[in-house]
């Protein structure tokens, strides 16, 4: 079973509020993602990481930031949040040094902007 | 670049009966492929995945894929399903700068 948590589950928040999702994992992995994917649709990457102090934006351009100052920890943050950031969003993390390496998935944080 | 494709938005079988979920792909190399479930309001769990050695991998919930080099396909299976299969499935495979790319998904309905 993999162990990596995300908070909050769910979140309503009103348009211009600033926002963070956080995502740990105790698994020690070095790389860690951020997925988007509105209900029942495909998963597009917003954000990833290769490891501590690294950050890079995924195919799909985002207005979150992430940062990763510790291994564990890869929080995703909206400064002003709007109706269009309204989706699910899902935490990845896997270990590094072999492609074929599974990545495991947090329960996703879903997120609307009214 | 590596790709996976799901020709299938939606498949229904009836239950008890055998389901496939079909993944096809395009990679240079050795492939790694993978297969992951999501049940609502859920992230996505890991199935199975393909490295190397047996064409035929067994994974989680009594799904199995089958490899095939020559028709580059790694579809998911089942001999019989359960209702409680019902559920967006995805394959998926990394790419040379370690990112990984999942299809399109296809939703799986058992119908009782």
């Known amino acids: 079973e993999a162990d990596i948590y995300q908070t909050p589950r769910y979140l309503v928040i009103g348009t211009g509020k600033k926002i963070t999702l956080e995502c740990s994992q105790t698994?020690?992995?070095?790389?860690m993602y951020w997925y988007q994917q509105d209900p029942g649709m495909e998963l597009h990457l917003i954000h990833y990481?290769?490891?501590?102090?690294?950050?890079e934006k995924g195919d799909l351009s985002s207005e979150s930031t992430v940062s990763r100052i510790r291994t564990e920890h890869f929080p995703l943050t909206l400064e002003s949040a709007r109706p269009s950031h309204t989706s699910q969003y899902l935490c990845?993390?896997?270990?590094?040094?072999?492609?074929?390496?599974?990545?495991?998935f947090g329960e996703g944080s879903w997120l609307t902007v009214v | 670049a590596q790709s996976v494709a799901q020709p299938e938005d939606q498949v229904n079988v009836a239950e008890g009966n055998p389901l496939t979920v079909k993944c096809t792909y395009s990679?240079?190399?050795?492939?790694?492929l993978f297969w992951y479930v999501q049940y609502p309001n859920r992230g996505l769990q890991f199935l199975l995945k393909?490295?190397?050695?047996?064409?035929l991998v067994k994974g989680s919930y009594g799904f199995e894929a089958e490899f095939n080099k020559s028709q580059t396909s790694f579809h998911l299976k089942k001999p019989s399903a359960l209702v409680s299969d019902s559920a967006l499935y995805f394959c998926?495979?990394?790419?040379?700068?370690?990112?990984?790319?999942f299809g399109k998904g296809t939703r799986l309905h058992i119908l009782p």
């Open positions: 393909y490295i190397t050695g047996d064409n």
């Open positions: 990679v240079s190399g050795n492939p790694y």
């Open positions: 990845a993390s896997r270990m590094a040094g072999f492609s074929g390496n599974t990545i495991y």
């Open positions: 990481s290769y490891g501590v102090n690294s950050t």
């Open positions: 698994m020690g992995h070095d790389k």
């Open positions: 998926a495979t990394p790419q040379r700068d370690d990112k990984i790319i």
